[in-house]
């Protein structure tokens, strides 16, 4: 597997091109938001793109289930974890418009 530094990860944050990093792994969701698989629904996923999904994702307690499609979109490791670029909200992220409609 890969290793790939957060300078490289951040880049990955549209939706034709979406990554996301949970736990130090880093997944290539393109597909998986593509074919509109998620249950949670698109926004979120596009919400975390290019960035640390891990609060996010274990804050709703996701199953075994979701967890084993997780590995199957995993392309490689974070090479630089000490460099993660922090986040103001770690549950409402980047895209201004996006998080405001949450509410
Ligand atoms: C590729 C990454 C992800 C996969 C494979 C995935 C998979 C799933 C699956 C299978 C479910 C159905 C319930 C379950 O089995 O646990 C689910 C629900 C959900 N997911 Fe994800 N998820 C991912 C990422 C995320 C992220 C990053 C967030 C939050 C930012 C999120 C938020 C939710 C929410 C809110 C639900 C609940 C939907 C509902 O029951 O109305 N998911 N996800």
Redesign the pocket.
Known sequence: MELYSWKDIVTHSKPTDLW?V?NNSV?N?TK?LADHE????DE??E??GGQD?TE??E?????D??LK??AT?KIGTVKDPDQKPVKKDP?AIGKGKESEKKE
């Open positions: 996301i949970i997944y969701v998986y998620h249950p949670g629904g979120v996923l919400d975390q999904a996010a994702f804050e709703i307690g996701h199953s289930d979701a499609t997780l979109y549950f």
